[in-house]
T-cell receptor, first 108, second 112 residues
Framework: RKEVEQDPGPFNVPEGATVAFNCTYSNSASQSFFWYRQDCRKEPKLLMSVYSSGNEDGRFTAQLNRASQYISLLIRDSKLSDSATYLCSSGSARQLTFGSGTQLTVLP | EPEVTQTPSHQVTQMGQEVILRCVPISNHLYFYWYRQILGQKVEFLVSFYNNEISEKSEIFDDQFSVERPDGSNFTLKIRSTKLEDSAMYFC??????????FGDGTRLSIL
């Protein structure tokens, strides 16, 4: 069974804080890894792809550890607008399995 | 930026009725997907579609479900005889080969 597990949170952090989310996946054949964010009752929006070498996009850094089947997302200098649910996903390009999401609230 | 568009935004249907959800994928994408999200639960894969046929489908996608690309732009999901438990948000997504999937803003399906 293909599973993606995430800490559901909620994470409540002050503006400017650094926050890290972790995710594990069970399907060792997974080849594609992404972080999406989902605002309440909206569609998942792609945040970033995750590569084995690690990758950064502004305040966001994603890491993949294939040996441990573990994905992480680090958000630095968090903004109020970062408040959302962050979905970890893994699979092939043809079928993604999503975690339940980690809820983040950034407080003023 | 190109978008995946879905219609209707909200569909209310009596149990046992057929429903068709519509999607217009991003124009140069070749891979199309349907996902659903029951309120408060995770996003679940239903089906992927490429080259006019189903590539993969989940155990949720049983005989009550079908997909079609009736013309060059639309991609539809049909539920033949709806059940109460089919109530959910249904998201269409599309992608280019091995690229991330881009989601439409969803159709909320309410079965009465």
């Amino acid at each position: 069974r293909k599973e993606v597990e995430q800490d559901p949170g909620p994470f409540n952090v002050p503006e400017g804080a650094t926050v890290a989310f972790n995710c594990t996946y069970s399907n060792s054949a997974s080849q594609s890894f992404f972080w999406y964010r989902q605002d309440c009752r909206k569609e998942p929006k792609l945040l970033m792809s995750v590569y084995s070498s690690g990758n950064e996009d502004g305040r966001f850094t994603a890491q993949l550890n294939r040996a441990s089947q573990y994905i992480s997302l680090l958000i630095r200098d968090s903004k109020l607008s970062d408040s959302a649910t962050y979905l970890c996903s893994s699979g092939s390009a043809r079928q993604l399995t999503f975690g339940s999401g980690t809820q983040l609230t950034v407080l003023p | 930026e190109p978008e995946v568009t879905q219609t209707p935004s909200h569909q209310v249907t009596q149990m046992g009725q057929e429903v068709i959800l519509r999607c217009v994928p991003i124009s140069n994408h070749l891979y199309f997907y349907w996902y659903r999200q029951i309120l408060g639960q995770k996003v679940e894969f239903l089906v992927s579609f490429y080259n006019n046929e189903i590539s993969e489908k989940s155990e949720i996608f049983d005989d009550q479900f079908s997909v079609e690309r009736p013309d060059g732009s639309n991609f539809t999901l049909k539920i033949r005889s709806t059940k109460l438990e089919d109530s959910a948000m249904y998201f269409c997504a599309s992608s280019d080969d091995w690229q991330p999937q881009h989601f439409g803003d969803g159709t909320r399906l309410s079965i009465l």
